[in-house]
């Protein structure tokens, strides 16, 4: 495999179906070995408010006691993956669900305690098994990959989706031209969250830092960005935000509507 192309869509994207359809029309459509992650955060928490479970947010990342580890288990492991597999199935492409579990995909570590906050049952990503995924791309499989990982002890973690997103990226960066897509309802980085025309098209390390510490980027975006950049840094050729559906225009020359790294 000389590219792969790995996506990870969240936002409000999982909870619309129309807009999920669009989504995954056109990722159905791009050619070559491609990964997809996805998120679904918006529905866990509303699955969490009908069982009466607390949310508590910190930074953009999810605080997961046991209940909230159930909720999250079901939504993220059950109803989004396996919908969004056969979703893709629908549109004749082999894709096949998966969480970091499954042959040892993603094994964390579980987060400890920081500036005393106990994140709960939440898991940082230390190793990817890239030969399993190497060996499903080289089948033609199209990895389907919930957020949910393990720490080799027999529990399941709450890990942000941004984050397996880059670790993947980054993990098949050593043997591929991988480019790394973050697909969501808007276009890309706003300068104003409400005016699309506000679109920042190319934001360098630097750029994001000072509009990080003077907190004119929106608090969700963090994990994003945070994990973009890394994944530029450990060696993905290209790293962008984009809108959920103009996938299909990624691969038009001059096509600049969407938030490139540098």
Same mark, same amino acid.
């Given at each position: 495999?000389?590219?792969?192309?790995?996506?990870?869509?969240?936002?409000?994207?999982?909870?619309?179906?129309?807009?999920?359809?669009?989504?995954?029309?056109?990722?159905?459509?791009?050619?070559?070995?491609?990964?997809?992650?996805?998120?679904?955060?918006?529905?866990?928490?509303?699955?969490?408010?009908?069982?009466?479970?607390?949310?508590?947010?910190?930074?953009?990342?999810?605080?997961?006691?046991?209940?909230m580890r159930d909720v999250v288990v079901m939504m993220y492991g059950g109803l989004v993956n396996k919908t969004v597999v056969a979703n893709l199935q629908s549109k004749g492409c082999p894709a096949i669900g998966?969480?970091?579990?499954?042959?040892?995909?993603?094994?964390?570590?579980?987060?400890?305690?920081?500036?005393?906050?106990?994140?709960?049952?939440?898991?940082?990503?230390?190793?990817?098994?890239?030969?399993?995924?190497?060996?499903?791309?080289?089948?033609?499989?199209?990895?389907?990959?919930?957020?949910?990982?393990?720490?080799?002890?027999?529990? %399941?973690? #709450?890990?942000? /989706?941004?984050?397996? @997103?880059?670790?993947?990226?980054?993990? &098949?960066? !050593? +043997?591929?031209?991988?480019?790394?897509?973050?697909?969501?309802?808007?276009?890309?980085?706003?300068?104003e969250i409400t005016k699309k025309e506000s679109l920042i098209k190319s934001l360098e390390r630097t750029q994001y830092q000072v509009a990080k510490e003077t907190g004119s980027?929106?608090?969700?975006?963090?994990?994003? %960005?945070? #994990?973009?950049? /890394?994944?530029?840094? @450990?060696?993905?050729?290209?790293?962008? &935000?984009? !809108? +959920?559906?103009?996938?299909?225009?990624?691969?038009?020359?001059?096509?600049?509507?969407?938030?490139?790294?540098?």
């Open positions: 495999m000389d590219s792969i192309t790995v996506i990870k869509i969240g936002g409000k994207v999982l909870n619309q179906q129309p807009l999920l359809d669009e989504f995954l029309l056109q990722f159905s459509e791009l050619e070559g070995a491609k990964v997809l992650v996805h998120g679904g955060g918006i529905l866990a928490t509303q699955l969490a408010e009908r069982m009466g479970v607390n949310v508590h947010m910190k930074e953009g990342r999810r605080i997961t006691d046991s209940d998966l969480t970091g579990a499954d042959a040892n995909l993603i094994h964390s570590t579980k987060r400890p305690p920081i500036d005393g906050l106990d994140y709960g049952w939440v898991g940082d990503p230390a190793s990817v098994n890239h030969s399993f995924l190497q060996l499903l791309l080289q089948t033609g499989m199209v990895p389907v990959i919930a957020p949910l990982t393990h720490e080799g002890e027999g529990n %399941l973690l #709450n890990t942000n /989706a941004d984050t397996i @997103a880059r670790f993947i990226a980054s993990s &098949l960066a !050593q +043997y591929a031209k991988v480019k790394l897509y973050y697909a969501f309802e808007l276009p890309g980085v706003l300068e980027i929106n608090e969700g975006m963090i994990p994003k %960005l945070d #994990n973009a950049f /890394a994944a530029k840094e @450990a060696g993905v050729a290209e790293v962008a &935000l984009v !809108q +959920y559906d103009q996938l299909e225009y990624l691969k038009e020359e001059g096509f600049d509507a969407y938030t490139r790294l540098h």
